[in-house]
C-alpha cells in the first residue's frame, strides 16, 4: 500500500481442504449414461459441433488437439458400442 510491498508470508493461512468427491447423478441415471449406445450419439455430436466451430470460428492448435481427444474417445465408444 502506498508504494510499500507487503512481506509474504511462506505458510497459507488456512489449511487446504481434503478433496472430496460428490455424486450428483443418481446411481439409475449413470447407468443409462454409461451405456455406449447412449454415449455413442452424444460423442459423435460433441465432435461435430468442435469441428464446426474450428472451420467458422477459430482454427486454433489446441482446438484440433482436443478434437483429436474427441477422436479417440469417439473410437473407444464406437468399438464398445459394436
Same mark, same amino acid.
Given at each position: 500500500?502506498?508504494?510499500?510491498t507487503l512481506p509474504?508470508k511462506?505458510?497459507l493461512?488456512?489449511?487446504?481442504?481434503?478433496h472430496?468427491?460428490?455424486?450428483?447423478?443418481d446411481?439409475?441415471?449413470? @447407468?443409462i449414461r454409461? /451405456?455406449?449406445?447412449n454415449?455413442?450419439?452424444?460423442?459423435? =455430436?460433441?465432435?461435430? *459441433? #468442435?469441428?464446426?466451430y474450428? @472451420?467458422?470460428?477459430? /482454427?486454433a492448435?489446441?482446438l484440433?488437439?482436443?478434437l483429436d =481427444?474427441?477422436?479417440e *474417445? #469417439?473410437?473407444?465408444?464406437?468399438?464398445?458400442?459394436?
Open positions: 500500500m502506498n508504494g510499500k509474504v511462506k505458510e493461512p488456512f489449511a487446504e481442504p481434503v472430496q468427491s460428490v455424486q450428483i447423478v446411481d439409475a441415471e449413470l @447407468q454409461r /451405456d455406449p449406445a454415449r455413442l450419439p452424444r460423442q459423435i =455430436a460433441q465432435y461435430l *459441433r #468442435l469441428v464446426d474450428i @472451420q467458422t470460428v477459430k /482454427d492448435p489446441h484440433k488437439r482436443s =481427444a474427441h477422436f *474417445r #469417439l473410437i473407444k465408444y464406437h468399438r464398445s458400442f459394436l
